[in-house]
């Protein structure tokens, strides 16, 4: 929790930081320097507060999800309440996106903004005990903060997404290696019943669809599948490696 922690922060003033020295520089070619850097540093402060305060809702905008409609999506919410209650979390908001895709994430800076967000190709596909085991996934990623540098760096890297990979974000910007498994292991705390999970992720890693959201968010899925440009390529089959490695792992547990 703590790492994740440190990661925002430093996210944060790097962005203020590039913006204090660039808004600086520029100003100065007009105004002293004194004055320049001084507008800098507040627009640099001011810019990271504004990215720290709406990052989720920035995020929840480009993926086109909506709330779950808490009549139609009844089984969605009773699963996160209860299994919140078990992690002693508070309840995210539950979100959906209009997609045949099969996938999820959760996005938030804190657990009182937090959010999992399913596709309908998934809640249509899963099981009950199957969408519980994703649920629980989503939700260790919550109570470890997972999600805090995660969203912090949508906001951040949307303007320049198209020169950059999934891959890229996840290994080099947030070293997410090994935090699916471990957060993989937390859910089966809550469930207690492996085969759940092994099913839903088996089912996600043979969905060909893509969630017509934007390629901003593509490595915030629980099955990144897009390249810079937004299109399927290499990446979908590293993710289906990648789940099929998770997959084997949970076998033996």
Not at 44 to 51: K, L, N, S, T
Request: overall charge neutral.
């Amino acid at each position: 929790m703590k790492e994740n922690k440190r990661k925002a922060v430093i996210l944060i003033l790097l962005f203020s930081i590039i913006c204090f020295a660039v808004i600086g520089l520029v100003l100065s070619i007009v105004l002293p320097i004194t004055l320049s850097l001084g507008i800098g540093l507040i627009l640099g402060v001011v810019g990271g507060f504004f990215i720290w305060v709406k990052a989720t809702h920035f995020a929840l905008s480009i993926s086109k999800a909506v709330p779950a409609d808490p009549i139609k999506n009844a089984n969605f919410y009773n699963i996160i309440e209860g299994l919140c209650i078990g992690a002693g979390l508070p309840i995210p908001d539950a979100y959906v996106v209009d997609s045949p895709a099969i996938n999820a994430f959760s996005i938030g800076t804190n657990y009182n903004n937090s959010c999992i967000v399913f596709t309908r190709g998934l809640l249509d596909a899963l099981s009950i005990v199957e969408l519980e085991a994703i649920c629980a996934h989503e939700l260790s990623h919550i109570k470890t903060l997972d999600i805090l540098p995660a969203t912090i760096a949508v906001m951040l890297f949307a303007p320049i997404i198209n020169f950059l990979s999934a891959e890229f974000i996840l290994g080099k910007v947030l070293n997410t290696t090994g935090k699916e498994s471990v957060a993989d292991k937390n859910a089966l705390f809550l469930t207690r019943y492996p085969p759940a999970l092994v099913s839903a992720l088996d089912k996600i890693s043979k969905s060909e669809y893509v969630a017509n959201s934007s390629p901003a968010i593509s490595f915030l899925w629980l099955k990144p599948s897009l390249n810079k440009s937004g299109q399927q390529s290499s990446s979908n089959n590293v993710s289906k490696n990648y789940l099929f490695e998770r997959i084997e792992a949970l076998k033996e547990l």
